[in-house]
């Protein structure tokens, strides 16, 4: 990225907003993630002069905030606008949502890496977790974080649901200092790219 560090910078006021947020009793806010992962696919530049039969290769992102400005302003005028939003019914409401979560889960690699699993080794595509780790070890690092996402969607869904944001962080040690055991510098840094990402 050119200007990363504005992408850096709004994570840092987040957490800072956060920070006030909670010495007033505030709700917190957080990221959208379904909204960013639709907005960067959105705005992801695909090349155009790629060999017939190959799938086109990413030359960039178009980074701009003027997006990120207008959706933030629609939020704060929704306060403004409740019996307006009224008059929308739910079953519309559900199928942007539906819709929105069915179209980000593309280019998701924990998900791609999951269908590999049921799918014959010869339809595997031609991708850096496919090429560069073997298949075995692809599919045990899936098992990995599928173990872990559903441990977490235990917790979160239990009693010691407060417990969840450390159950979380446990996962960085587990990366850091459990998965070099089993996988090399290069297979981690290969697989472990995904929006699940702490694993």
């Known amino acids: 990225m050119t200007k990363g ?65 207008v959706v933030s302003i629609l939020i704060g005028l929704s306060v403004l606008l409740g019996s307006v939003l009224n008059l929308v019914s739910k079953a519309v409401l559900y199928g942007i949502f539906l819709y929105m979560g069915v179209s980000s889960t593309a280019g998701i690699q924990f998900l791609e890496r999951f269908i590999l699993v049921l799918m014959p080794v010869k339809h595997h595509p031609n991708v850096p977790y496919v090429k560069k780790v073997r298949t075995w070890k692809m599919h045990s690092f899936t098992g990995i974080q599928l173990v872990m996402l559903i441990i977490l969607w235990v917790v979160k869904q239990s009693p010691v649901a407060l417990c969840f944001p450390f159950v979380l962080m446990l996962l960085i040690p587990i990366r850091l200092y459990l998965l070099p055991y089993g996988f090399n510098n290069q297979e981690l840094s290969v697989v472990s790219v995904c929006v699940f990402g702490c694993l």
């Open 5 to 69: 560090s504005g992408f850096h910078f709004d994570i840092v006021l987040l957490c800072f907003i956060n920070f006030v947020c909670g010495v007033f009793g505030a709700p917190f806010m957080g990221p959208a993630c379904v909204r960013t992962v639709s907005h960067t696919s959105a705005l992801t530049v695909m090349s155009s002069t790629h060999a017939p039969g190959e799938s086109p290769k990413i030359k960039g992102v178009r980074e701009q905030r003027l997006s990120a400005i």
